[in-house]
DNA sequence: TTGAGCATGTAGTAAAATTACATCATTATC
DNA sequence: GATAATGATGTAATTTTACTACATGCTCAA
């Protein structure tokens, strides 16, 4: 909301431009305000705020006052803002914060068009299971493996091409291979999928869905990958991925009923009896 | 606020009841709505409803309608629920991501009480990093170190006590030893901070604060456990490391200036020459 | 049965939002 | 350089809206 005042601002006559600033200086007061009293603020007459209210695009200055509280109920918004090389420390920390609960927030809004359910069926009488990632998603394949093996399922990482390569050679019809890739570009992990599907096994994709490997996976959970225009973002997307896969084993460990539950809680105790 | 109307429902008269219904049922509606329209919707007189108003604790018609959007505007909280054994699929997996969301938000509204600044400057002049973890601590030390070897600082990971003594029991005055744990409670943790800092070392811990460990460590960035009252509960506050993580290294990135910036470009560019 | 107390509605009022119209300045056109 | 045209701005009237004061009617108890 205030995004489109900022942007309509320099197209507005002289007072209704008087008026755009005022609104974003005092977008708390501006809020609660009547025309009147923005008008008096103003220096201006109240048919000018009006005409201010219908050029961003509103029906009125009533339709002014909820946008703007709409705005501000998010006490903060966690809209992307890239990082720039002048920003202060906590200006770029909090930046990256936002875009990172953003990234989630986008994953939560897209969960109704992911395979969880099939997932979770397809899981629960899995062999074995496999996460495969490169580089940073390497790190995701351990921690989600770290996380499933608690489960009671054998579970393996995958951190190379040439040990997916392998594993989807000799999978079997009942094994699931776990693919992480935020492009989904790596020729190998799409022949890997082909090869895995081939001998029955299940390909479960978490990546962008515009790829081969989506094209060949047997399940693919849809991640969008943020253009990242600066050099400084780091992979949000990798969160999102992490809280993807935590999610996922509760819903499996809810799935596999008593026995899984009995195992995650002997896991944790077997920690808490020393300290963790 | 609809909670605040559910609440007090039961002590209304009929009319006003019907008036605390219709909000409740059509609370899109009654953000935007004119006192005369609900009257009319509800079947009863302007008065009753801003009887109605007065009786929930506003101070008028008005307030409703700012209270209302306000409510609307965060379109679902995410107030942490815990996970059940009769829960759906996808009820778990929506549970799961809003504790792994509200869990971020809380970090990021805590960041002021981090030292960040105070790590970015002592980071910025190490001679090498090392991220020390345990188990799923483990994978988030990794990701980190792999993170902030791409700035060019010789880095290194610990995943297990030995290690971590050790690199404590050699450190040098400008090296950095991050250590990350839960609870704080692994009294080997503690032991290495107190070996590093008398060697001049600087120890930075992402721990809860009232540990052994935060009280030995150099910098403690507090990170409050979330009691996990249910087996089903992940480790959420471990996203929130990540991402703290994440943010520190762009926050040093940006303090060591263009040579760091360049080795994010050159290592992101080596990337994007084949596929990620 | 009558009056106290409460729920509800009617009618009125003040203020707010909106509209219609007038004025002024600026620019374009002849 | 006068004049029409366009657009910005304000004034005043109108309508709508929120709110108040008061009246009606109902319920229950003495």
Chains 1, 2 share one sequence.
Not at 240 to 251: G, K, R, S, T, Y
């Amino acid at each position: 909301m205030l995004n489109q005042v900022r942007q309509v601002l320099p197209q507005l006559s002289p007072s209704e431009g008087r008026v755009a600033q005022w609104v974003l200086d005092h977008p708390k007061e501006a809020a609660g305000a009547t025309l009147a009293l923005v008008a008096r603020e103003c220096g201006t007459s109240e048919p000018t705020v009006l005409r201010f209210c219908r050029r961003v695009g509103l029906s009125g200055f009533r339709e002014l006052g909820i946008r703007l509280t709409e705005a501000l109920s998010h006490p903060v918004s966690y809209v992307h803002r890239d990082v720039c090389p002048d920003d202060s420390s906590s200006d770029a920390v909090l930046k990256v914060m936002d875009a990172s609960i953003q990234s989630l927030i986008d994953m939560r809004a897209n969960l109704s068009a992911m395979p969880i359910d099939q997932s979770v069926a397809i899981l629960s009488k899995a062999r074995q299971i496999a996460f495969g990632g490169l580089g940073a998603s390497g790190h995701v394949a351990r921690d989600a493996c770290h996380k499933f093996f608690r489960l009671g399922i054998p579970c393996s990482t995958l951190v190379d091409t040439p040990m997916i390569l392998q594993f989807a050679a000799i999978a079997q019809s009942s094994d699931v291979m776990v693919l992480l890739s935020h492009t989904g570009r790596w020729p190998e992990f799409a022949t890997a999928a082909r090869l895995a599907t081939s001998r029955g096994a299940t390909v479960i994709a978490i990546t962008n869905p515009d790829s081969e490997l989506a094209r060949d996976a047997s399940l693919v959970f849809p991640c969008q990958v943020i253009e990242d225009t600066s050099i400084y973002t780091p992979m949000s997307s990798r969160l999102a991925q992490l809280a993807l896969l935590d999610a996922l084993h509760v819903a499996l460990a809810l799935a596999c009923g008593e026995p899984a539950a009995d195992r995650l809680r002997i896991s944790k105790d077997a920690l808490h009896a020393q300290a963790v």
